[in-house]
């Protein structure tokens, strides 16, 4: 660390700078109360369901409340470790991590659940000297139910508080070349044993959630090559940028293109999601004679209920059924050194 006097400018600057990582958020225990809690608070946000709020209300208390926190409960609990919630134990390890490499104060937020982002966001605002936020969503690829919802949340608060700093919001980074090459980094002890096939399953969106963020009204889902026409849709279309990320890891892992595809996990209610849904998927590569499955799941940068129940438990005994062998699930990026390396190089860029 420099002398005081020995600081830039731009050093300077950065230590006016507080660091606010954000996730999903998780029940606080695997009891049904908890849960329910959970998936009141995570179902009722507008950019989640986004439908008027007495038709929200309706679905989530009628359809959603009285039978599904008891089967995720089970869920939950099924992957739950002793100290706690795996989505919380892995973000609250990178965020240990980073803040042993930088001298920036960085905190955690969820943004449904605890820790919550206004108590996290507000108590960060007041240490002294603060004057910016940084506010990294952990989402690698752009939504309304993902980077929109947190960084309104983020706003709001502010607003509230009346905090006297100024925000500002880390871009999605699908391509970012040192996310890609932690990525396949992280993956590569996994993607060097032998495998017949990697199945890219990604957090699924319902169609309407890109058409309603396409800016120019017509683009998104237009047409089959959509996602590889140039348009001003894409800084917000979710299906572009996981295409985008996908050919930018297997270019730089060297993945054959017979020896990969892409699938939607995670489908909610009865609405058209975007396609192939990845159980059918799993179904379709075991009846096609792949033994041997790596799975990636590179919308989550933390395992989570999604990635190790969904996947690791579920996904392993349909693939099975189907006539596979083996499904290997490839962690997510969690708390790998090249990771921590590659956010820190983000919060300490003037």
Same mark, same amino acid.
């Given at each position: $660390?420099?002398?005081?006097?020995?600081?830039?400018?731009?050093?300077?600057?950065?230590?006016?700078?507080?660091?606010?990582?954000?996730?999903?958020?998780?029940?606080?225990?695997?009891?049904? +109360?908890?849960?329910?809690?959970?998936?009141?608070?995570?179902?009722?946000?507008?950019?989640?369901?986004?439908?008027?709020?007495?038709?929200?209300?309706?679905?989530?208390?009628?359809?959603?409340?009285?039978?599904?926190?008891?089967?995720?409960?089970?869920?939950?609990?099924?992957?739950?470790?002793?100290?706690?919630?795996?989505?919380?134990?892995?973000?609250?390890?990178?965020?240990?991590?980073?803040?042993?490499?930088?001298?920036?104060?960085?905190?955690?937020?969820?943004?449904?659940?605890?820790?919550? $982002?206004?108590?996290?966001?507000?108590?960060?605002?007041?240490?002294?000297?603060?004057?910016?936020?940084?506010?990294?969503?952990?989402?690698?690829?752009?939504? $309304?139910?993902?980077?929109?919802?947190?960084?309104?949340?983020?706003?709001?608060?502010?607003?509230?508080?009346?905090?006297?700093?100024?925000?500002?919001?880390?871009?999605?980074?699908?391509?970012?070349?040192?996310?890609?090459?932690?990525?396949?980094?992280?993956?590569?002890?996994?993607?060097?044993? +032998?495998?017949?096939?990697?199945?890219?399953?990604?957090?699924?969106?319902?169609?309407?959630?890109?058409?309603?963020?396409?800016?120019?009204?017509?683009?998104?889902?237009?047409?089959?090559?959509?996602?590889?026409?140039?348009?001003?849709?894409?800084?917000?279309?979710?299906?572009?940028?996981?295409?985008?990320?996908?050919?930018?890891?297997?270019?730089?892992?060297?993945?054959?293109?017979?020896?990969?595809?892409?699938?939607?996990?995670?489908?909610?209610?009865?609405?058209?999601?975007?396609? +192939?849904?990845?159980?059918?998927?799993?179904?379709?590569?075991?009846?096609?004679?792949?033994?041997?499955?790596?799975?990636?799941?590179?919308?989550?940068?933390?395992?989570?209920?999604?990635?190790?129940?969904?996947?690791?438990?579920?996904?392993?005994?349909?693939?099975?059924?189907?006539?596979?062998?083996?499904?290997?699930?490839?962690?997510?990026?969690?708390?790998?050194?090249?990771?921590?390396?590659?956010?820190?190089?983000?919060?300490?860029?003037?």
């Amino acid at each position: $660390m420099p002398a005081p006097e020995a600081m830039s400018s731009s050093t300077s600057s950065l230590q006016r700078r507080g660091v606010l990582l954000v996730n999903l958020g998780s029940p606080d225990s695997t009891s049904v +109360p908890d849960v329910r809690r959970y998936l009141n608070q995570f179902l009722m946000d507008r950019y989640v369901i986004d439908l008027p709020w007495l038709l929200r209300r309706f679905i989530v208390s009628a359809f959603v409340l009285p039978k599904r926190p008891q089967e995720s409960a089970e869920a939950y609990a099924s992957i739950w470790t002793p100290e706690g919630s795996p989505l919380k134990v892995n973000s609250q390890k990178l965020t240990d991590k980073l803040q042993q490499q930088t001298d920036l104060p960085v905190r955690l937020a969820m943004r449904y659940a605890s820790p919550d $982002m206004e108590t996290e966001l507000t108590a960060l605002a007041r240490q002294p000297g603060i004057e910016e936020i940084l506010l990294l969503p952990l989402y690698p690829h752009y939504a $309304m139910s993902t980077v929109k919802t947190v960084v309104e949340e983020a706003q709001r608060i502010i607003s509230k508080h009346q905090l006297n700093v100024q925000l500002k919001v880390q871009p999605v980074f699908y391509d970012d070349k040192d996310y890609i090459e932690a990525l396949v980094e992280s993956a590569r002890p996994w993607l060097e044993q +032998p495998y017949d096939h990697l199945l890219f399953s990604y957090h699924g969106l319902p169609e309407r959630h890109l058409k309603k963020d396409d800016p120019t009204g017509s683009h998104c889902l237009s047409s089959q090559d959509c996602c590889q026409r140039s348009s001003t849709a894409h800084p917000t279309c979710y299906r572009h940028q996981i295409y985008r990320t996908t050919a930018e890891f297997v270019e730089r892992a060297e993945i054959p293109v017979d020896r990969y595809s892409v699938a939607f996990q995670s489908r909610l209610g009865r609405d058209k999601w975007l396609e +192939p849904y990845t159980e059918p998927q799993l179904q379709e590569l075991a009846a096609n004679g792949v033994k041997n499955l790596l799975v990636i799941c590179p919308a989550f940068v933390a395992d989570c209920i999604e990635t190790l129940e969904e996947i690791g438990i579920r996904g392993q005994e349909v693939f099975q059924e189907a006539g596979g062998e083996k499904l290997t699930l490839i962690p997510c990026l969690n708390d790998h050194p090249m990771w921590v390396n590659t956010i820190q190089s983000w919060i300490e860029k003037p």
